[in-house]
């Protein structure tokens, strides 16, 4: 849960979004195993495929494309026709990259999600129908076919003197575009044992794990390798039926842990904080320094009735440069966020004083979590 405090400015400063933990000091609900970790050889596999997108409505290729009078002559030619592709000029076909996701244990004749993206200098993909095409894996075999109406999640219109464009018109998706031709042979158990792959590497959730497992199974099953693998034994009794096994293994509850990390996004002005991050005793000084330019036109012009001079115009210009009071505010050591929050907001920062306070925190040695800015 996120709780955003927006609404507050300091001294010209923009609006500052602070958004974090649940403000209570270093609780933390359990979670099931199912959430922190995955199983190894559980995984979904990479497909992908080079075709052709048909039917657009003049928003295809143009003929600096040349792999796609190249691909066009190909497909015409397995069907029996001969074209030179230098005397093809279509711009109602596109060359498309196909990308795919092949699930684990996916079954032959199951339907996935297909997603294509423009190679060449088509303008759009809005409108075209996808060719028959072959995805393959890594090792070069052939394991899904793709086919369909393609759904473009934006649009382009141009002329001479107009662009205009809305999201990205040359990337679309074909759900259940394509069909699994072969399965990818995977496994789950080895060697009577399964291995527990933790999405946040840690040695204190790694322990908690062991510890919650051997408890609930009444018996010595799991060890840990490393911070980031648990490798559970499979009793005599579920070898068996290793599925029902693994069900139960997901369904226990650990609290796990982790370090405390500060986030910074300059761009959305955003601060996400953990719940388990605090601060040493320190004191921040923090002040603006505005400096203004004014310029001001006056006019000049000789006396009535005078016979010579001109009227100018001359131009008065001024500095002002004006310091803020610099404030500095003693940041006691504090144990929740709640607190270090409020600390922060005192001193009226912007999201970009927070990157150089924070920063500034961390070389001095008083923010107890790492820093990542984006």
């Not at 002040?287 to 006396?303: D, T």
């Not at 003693?330 to 004083?353: F, H, I």
Request: hydrophobic share 45%; net charge neutral; charged share 15%.
């Amino acid at each position: 849960m996120y709780l955003k405090t927006s609404n507050f400015v300091a001294r010209g400063a923009v609006p500052m979004i602070i958004a974090f933990g649940a403000l209570i000091p270093h609780s933390a609900e359990a979670a099931r195993i199912k959430d922190l970790v995955e199983i190894r050889g559980v995984r979904s596999n990479i497909l992908t495929g080079i075709g052709l997108v048909t039917g657009l409505p003049g928003t295809g290729d143009t003929r600096r494309t040349i792999v796609t009078n190249q691909a066009i002559s190909s497909m015409l030619l397995r069907m029996g026709i001969t074209i030179d592709p230098r005397q093809m000029d279509v711009t109602n076909v596109a060359v498309v990259m196909i990308t795919a996701e092949l699930p684990p244990f996916a079954a032959v004749g199951e339907r996935i999600d297909i997603t294509v993206s423009a190679l060449g200098d088509a303008r759009s993909l809005a409108g075209g129908t996808l060719v028959a095409s072959q995805l393959k894996g890594p090792d070069g075999k052939v394991y899904a076919m793709a086919q369909g109406k393609v759904t473009a999640g934006g649009f382009g219109v141009s002329n001479n003197q107009l662009n205009l464009r809305r999201n990205t018109p040359t990337t679309a998706r074909i759900p259940d575009g394509g069909w699994v031709e072969q399965p990818v042979p995977s496994s789950f158990v080895t060697d009577n044992a399964v291995v527990l792959l933790l999405k946040e590497p840690d040695f204190t959730t790694s322990k908690r794990i062991v510890d919650a497992i051997n408890a609930a199974m009444q018996g010595e099953l799991a060890r840990a390798i490393n911070p980031s693998q648990v490798q559970v034994q499979i009793p005599a009794a579920s070898q068996e039926a290793p599925v029902s096994f693994v069900s139960q293994l997901e369904a226990i509850d650990v609290t796990a842990d982790g370090r405390a990390r500060v986030v910074i996004s300059e761009a959305t002005g955003t601060v996400v904080v953990g719940g388990n991050v605090t601060l040493s005793a320190a004191a921040v000084a923090h002040g603006n320094l505005n400096i203004a330019v004014i310029s001001q036109l006056g006019v000049s012009q000789p006396p009535p009735l005078s016979s010579a001079g001109q009227t100018v115009v001359v131009p008065n210009i001024g500095v002002t440069v004006k310091e803020d009071e610099s404030e500095v505010i003693a940041v006691p050591q504090t144990t929740t966020v709640d607190e270090m929050v409020r600390a922060l907001n005192a001193l009226g920062a912007s999201p970009r004083d927070l990157m150089s306070i924070f920063q500034a925190l961390k070389k001095a040695g008083a923010l107890n979590a790492d820093l990542v800015v984006m």
